[in-house]
């Protein structure tokens, strides 16, 4: 059975982790730049962050300029982190697979949640978050998102034209 309750992190926890990290294996990253990852991978490469890629799709290719790899043993460092682009079902064996190569976060993406693979990764002295997404994250901890909204840039994972809004009686229209 799915648990369904809330999430909650402290955000001194959320913000240590984005501070203290400096790499990160994507897990699903996408060359398509309409897909969430690819805009996740471009905001935190434009924070500073090294991302390594990682989709066996896109193997040997590049996105935003860092080269494909097809699994998290083929990386050429431990990643600080490693941040799940993936169905929950298919969290498990990359959770197993960032044990194995020492990383030191497991990061599940917004929607994405399991109990025991996260269960797991706490077990091996992995710090887990869940159902969060480190661009929000790091947007709200460090200034860029505040009360009222986007204080500058975009945060957005929607492109394409804007749309306008017109008033017609009983209501807005496209």
């Not at 993936?86 to 498990?92: K, L, M, S």
């Not at 994250?137 to 009222?148: A, K, S, T």
């Given at each position: 059975m799915e648990n369904h309750e809330p999430l909650v992190y402290d955000d001194a926890y959320i913000r240590r982790i984005l501070e203290r990290v400096k790499t990160i294996a994507m897990v699903g990253a996408s060359a398509n730049d309409m897909r969430p990852s690819y805009f996740a991978m471009l905001y935190l490469q434009n924070k500073g962050y090294r991302i390594f890629p990682v989709n066996p799709r896109y193997a040997g290719k590049e996105i935003l300029g860092e080269t494909v790899h097809p699994d998290l043993a083929s990386l050429p460092e431990v990643p600080d982190m490693v941040q799940i682009f993936?169905?929950?079902?298919?969290?498990?064996p990359i959770v197993e697979e960032a044990i194995r190569i020492g990383a030191k976060v497991v990061w599940m993406q917004l929607g994405i949640r399991h109990e025991e693979a996260a269960a797991r990764a706490r077990a091996a002295g992995l710090e887990v978050?869940?159902?969060?997404c480190p661009k929000i994250?790091?947007?709200?901890?460090?200034?860029?998102?505040?009360?009222?909204?986007v204080n500058r840039r975009t945060i957005s994972a929607k492109r394409g034209r804007a749309v306008q809004l017109k008033r017609k009686k009983g209501g807005l229209i496209r």
């Open positions: 993936r169905r929950a079902e298919e969290v498990p978050v869940m159902d969060r994250e790091y947007g709200r901890l460090f200034g860029e998102i505040g009360w009222l909204g």
